[in-house]
């Protein structure tokens, strides 16, 4: 099962990054204006929702950066990165009390399912909604961890007001790291305008900030398991 993680989550970056390479074969011309603040075009828009939609933080992270390099607007990057990711789970919510709940069987034996069981109840004391504060730092899955909260009974305003909370909480997090880094590329480094070199940092950023995160995550467990 780890393995098969490993590779989806492989796939998903991969994936994302595919989102930016139209862009990056005249990377000046990806800039929004030559003043900062200019406005994103429709497909710009459209880009940053469904990409949040479809691949979180392996999106929300590059744009981060790359608002920080002047390619698009930060008031744009965080409106519709934040409405593409709460659409993301809103989809899962309801994705999951049609499809998801009525299959779930309670004496199930999928391992992931029962340690992600075990472990958001033992954190949030039996409180599921909780955990949508955490989430997005302490990361489970959307698809494992949003059915699992219709599987719970968390009422639909109840999830939106956790969930957008918890987004808020990891935005407020992740984009002054990934603004300030792609704006500390900006300055410091002029061959920023070489797509070889602006892919790499972005690579290297991402694989620095999941590292953090994993290691993160390990001590948050470690620790809530010796309570």
């Not at 899962?92 to 999928?110: A, L």
């Amino acid at each position: 099962m780890k393995r098969v993680l490993i590779i989806g989550f492989i796939l998903i970056i991969a994936i994302g990054l595919l989102f930016f390479i139209p862009y990056f074969k005249d990377v000046s011309s990806f800039k929004i204006s030559s003043s900062p603040g200019g406005p994103a075009s429709t497909p710009q828009k459209l880009i940053l929702f469904f990409g949040a939609f479809l691949f979180s933080e392996a999106f929300i992270l590059p744009s981060f950066f790359l608002s920080g390099q002047g390619f698009w607007d930060p008031q744009t990057v965080i409106l519709l990165t934040f409405l593409g990711s709460i659409s993301a789970d809103v989809f899962w919510y309801f994705f999951g009390v049609k499809f998801i709940v009525p299959r779930i069987n309670p004496k199930s034996k999928s391992k992931i399912l029962n340690e992600s069981t075990k472990f958001i109840d033992k954190v949030t004391k039996k409180k599921p909604y909780r955990y949508l504060l955490i989430d997005k730092i302490i990361y489970i899955p959307r698809f494992i961890i949003i059915p699992y909260m219709a599987y719970r009974k968390v009422p639909f305003s109840k999830l939106i007001k956790y969930d957008s909370t918890g987004t808020i909480i990891w935005f407020l997090i992740l984009f002054p790291v990934g603004w300030l880094a792609g704006k500390g590329v900006y300055n410091l480094i002029p061959a920023y305008h070489n797509a070889v070199y602006t892919i790499l940092f972005l690579v290297l950023f991402f694989i620095i900030y999941k590292i953090s995160i994993i290691w993160l995550k390990e001590k948050f467990i470690k620790r809530c398991s010796h309570k």
